[in-house]
């Protein structure tokens, strides 16, 4: 053991008081890190992960993002005449050739994608009406983009496919009708109106939705809505969700349609999540620039009790680089235990939160604190506590450093 870090030691252990505020200090700043750290980014991946699985990753529109230029404007840039007013002609909306496009964008590596057809319908049944989306799917496709399956109640997707002619609603609007399995409703469109055979019921959670969403087959739906062979989203979900952005560039370049990703989407719910986690480490770091300030009181107490002694050493040989490497051997060993406690301390912390059972009020299921248990907050934890037991032992070490033995054996 180097002669610097027995006394180190020495110094430490003959001020047990001491050092044990500033042990204390250390490991509740490294316990509450960890804790506030894992309740905050467990919160933010739950919060993000429900916007990630319950909404499309990447969502192309019949729509483009900026408006077509004109072919005659393309041929006569510098036109003497500027026709304005002119009605667009009316056609069929819907992304065109869209088996072709889907095939396209599912040569690219990393997702899985689903053709939607969304139009407006009133559902009525015994003389109630409920204003709401219809959406025609293909059932095996749409089971890899959502977790709709996941949410059956009754009945399955693959119900659609047995049955052309089925539809299947929330369980806020099967309550609201007080109709279920089998049992047909009517829904009419713009184009006409149809009765078709309630063979799933789902639920969300979400009231809006389960009222008011409802699902069919996609021929089926293209017949209602009047529009064959058309439909007006593309629903991907990816393996990376932080891919979104890239991928929905490259897919809108190569087709056209617009393609919006749902970083793009939520950039305002995520611009909100980075600064509360600038707050959320200000206000854990304070914490352990507090506890530095222990340390420091502690290490500077000790130089100037022992400037004597400090004396006596650069004279018997010491230099100023070893008394400088004692305070900060003294720093080292505060922040590294304080590390170890700390981090035993903070993983009990942890473990009580995520046992602590949250159930607002109106909703029936159980649910838990989210506490993110990531190795890298465990690093950063430690990271932060060294910096700052070492940055609070540098300026006693760099004091201890200048003491000039002469003057002080004499009694200067």
């Known amino acids: 053991m180097p002669i610097q870090l027995q006394i180190a030691l020495t110094h430490l252990t003959s001020r047990k008081r001491q050092t044990l505020v500033s042990l204390s200090g250390v490991v509740l700043g490294v316990a509450f890190f960890l804790a506030v750290s894992a309740l905050m980014r467990g919160s933010e991946n739950d ?22 230029i004109q072919p005659a404007q393309l041929r006569w840039t510098d036109g003497a005449v500027h026709i304005q007013h002119l009605t667009p002609k009316t056609e069929v909306r819907g992304i065109r050739s869209y088996r072709e496009k889907l095939a396209l964008i599912e040569t690219l590596p990393g997702l899985r994608i ?15 009406e409920q204003a709401g989306s219809l959406s025609g799917i293909i059932p095996s496709k749409m089971k890899t983009v959502s977790t709709i399956q996941e949410k059956m109640q009754q ?26 399995l089998g049992r047909n409703i009517s829904v009419a469109t713009q184009s006409g109106s149809r009765v078709m055979k309630v063979v799933g019921i789902f639920r969300t959670g979400n009231a809006i939705y389960d009222e008011s969403q409802s699902f069919a087959n996609l021929k089926r739906a293209q ?30 370049t190569a087709i056209a349609y617009k393609a919006t990703s749902w970083t793009e989407a939520s950039e305002d719910i995520l ?24 340390i420091y009181n502690t290490l500077s107490t000790i130089v100037i009790e022992k400037t004597r002694d400090i004396a006596i050493l650069k004279s018997m040989g010491f230099h100023a680089n070893d008394i400088r490497l004692i305070f900060l051997f003294e720093g080292s060993i505060i922040g590294a235990i304080g590390s170890v406690f700390g981090l035993l301390l903070g ?6 939160l995520s046992t602590i059972e949250v159930k607002p009020p109106g909703v029936t299921e159980k649910a838990f604190l989210p506490i993110w248990w990531g190795i890298e907050q465990f690093e950063l934890a430690v990271l932060f506590a060294l910096s700052s037991c070492i940055l609070a032992a540098y300026l006693p070490a760099r004091r201890a450093g200048k003491v000039h033995p002469v003057e002080i054996l004499r009694g200067a």
Request: net charge positive; aromatic share 8%.
């Open 347 to 352: 993983a009990g912390l942890m473990h009580i």
């Open 271 to 294: 611009s909100l999540l980075t600064v509360r986690n600038i707050i959320m480490f200000s206000v854990v770091l304070a914490i352990l620039i507090v506890a530095s300030f222990g």
């Open 47 to 68: 919060f993000i992960k429900r916007l990630v699985d319950n909404s499309p990753h990447i969502t192309i529109y019949d729509e483009y993002r900026h408006p077509q």
């Open 155 to 180: 009945g399955s997707l693959d119900a659609l496919t047995a049955n052309p002619n089925g539809i299947i609603i929330g369980r806020g609007l099967s309550d609201k009708f007080q109709i279920g």
């Open 114 to 128: 689903a053709p939607v057809l969304i139009g407006p319908v009133v559902l009525s049944f015994a003389g109630r």
């Open 223 to 252: 017949v209602m809505f009047d529009r064959p062979n058309r439909i007006n989203r593309f629903i991907i979900q990816l393996d990376d969700p932080y891919q979104a952005r890239d991928i929905a560039h490259r897919i809108e």
